[in-house]
């Protein structure tokens, strides 16, 4: 059973940047595909970022195309999420999940973290 952890939510303003990492244990880490999503208060959860199992591919939601950055490290069974150009409607819970299968599908995630927040506010 894969356990998913996520931390580096905070405050920041607009403009400002922001890394979030999620570490993974329970599991083989690099037999995933990894994605981010959030989830705002009164919206749906959507799609953010996703990688596949090694790292070499990436795909991302056209509103963070250019300004978030997904990547993993399978020796630390971490993936992360920079985040650049951070915009008041960025402002979410940021989660982090995992699936076998292609990292081009945005459903399907097995395993879920709790939840990190993110707020962007002057």
């Known amino acids: 059973q894969l356990q998913l952890l996520e931390s580096g939510g905070a405050l920041v303003q607009p403009g400002g940047s922001l890394r979030l990492s999620c570490a993974a244990s329970?599991?083989?880490?690099?037999?995933?595909?990894m994605g981010w999503f959030r989830q705002a208060p009164g919206k749906e959860r959507e799609f953010v970022a996703a990688?596949?199992?090694?790292?070499?591919?990436?795909y991302y939601a056209d509103s963070v195309k250019g300004r978030f950055t997904i990547s993993r490290d399978n020796a630390k069974n971490t993936v992360y999420l920079q985040m650049n150009s951070l915009k008041p409607e960025d402002t979410s819970l940021y989660y982090c999940?995992?699936?076998?299968?292609?990292?081009?599908?945005?459903?399907?995630?097995?395993?879920w973290g709790q939840g990190t927040q993110v707020t962007v506010s002057s």
């Open positions: 990688i596949n199992w090694s790292g070499g591919s990436t």
């Open positions: 999940a995992a699936k076998r299968g292609s990292h081009r599908l945005t459903t399907s995630y097995a395993y």
């Open positions: 329970g599991g083989t880490f690099s037999d995933y595909a």
